[in-house]
């Protein structure tokens, strides 16, 4: 994973290059995407900075994430019949390990998937613009409490 605290710079110059206002709050945002701990949700983002930003609303936080959506800063991952949720420290299409019992998500650090989507380009003649790429399971916290 990506260092957070350089992923954080970068986010920060992005909105900087781009004349955006960066508020505490808004800051405080960018901090929880760029260690994407868990692939939050926009509530469990607002639930992370609520305890610091009382003032902050749902909205707010909204607006911050769809801002870094649009400038590709923030991969959004959206399932059926859940929130949407977040990558912001690889912005990029990668593979993902996703718990259906507690909605865990992590990201999954396997060599042979990178290569997939230049195979795949290579042996279709498509140029990929993007990919998902998802294995769903139950994880092994849920599967100790299951037994
Ligand atoms: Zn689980
Ligand atoms: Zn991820």
């Given at each position: 994973m990506p260092d957070p605290e350089t992923r954080l710079e970068e986010l920060i110059t992005r909105l900087r290059e781009r004349d955006h206002r960066l508020t505490p709050q808004r800051l405080?945002?960018?901090?929880v995407l760029?260690?994407?701990?868990?692939?939050?949700?926009?509530?469990?983002?607002?639930?992370?900075?609520k305890p610091d930003f009382p003032m902050t609303s749902l909205a707010t936080v909204y607006k911050t994430v769809t801002?870094?959506?649009e400038m590709d800063e923030v991969l959004e991952l959206g399932f059926n019949g859940g929130s949407n949720r977040y990558d912001g420290n690889k912005p990029y299409p990668h593979p993902h390990l996703v718990c259906t019992k507690c909605g865990a998500i992590e990201d999954l650090e396997v060599d042979a998937l990178n290569g997939i989507p230049r195979q795949v380009a290579q042996d279709t003649g498509y140029r990929i613009v993007s990919h998902r790429l998802n294995f769903f399971g139950i994880c092994p916290k849920c599967q100790a409490e299951g037994a």
């Open positions: 405080a945002v960018l901090k760029a260690a994407s701990d868990g692939h939050p949700s926009v509530e469990q983002v607002y639930e992370r900075i801002l870094l959506k």
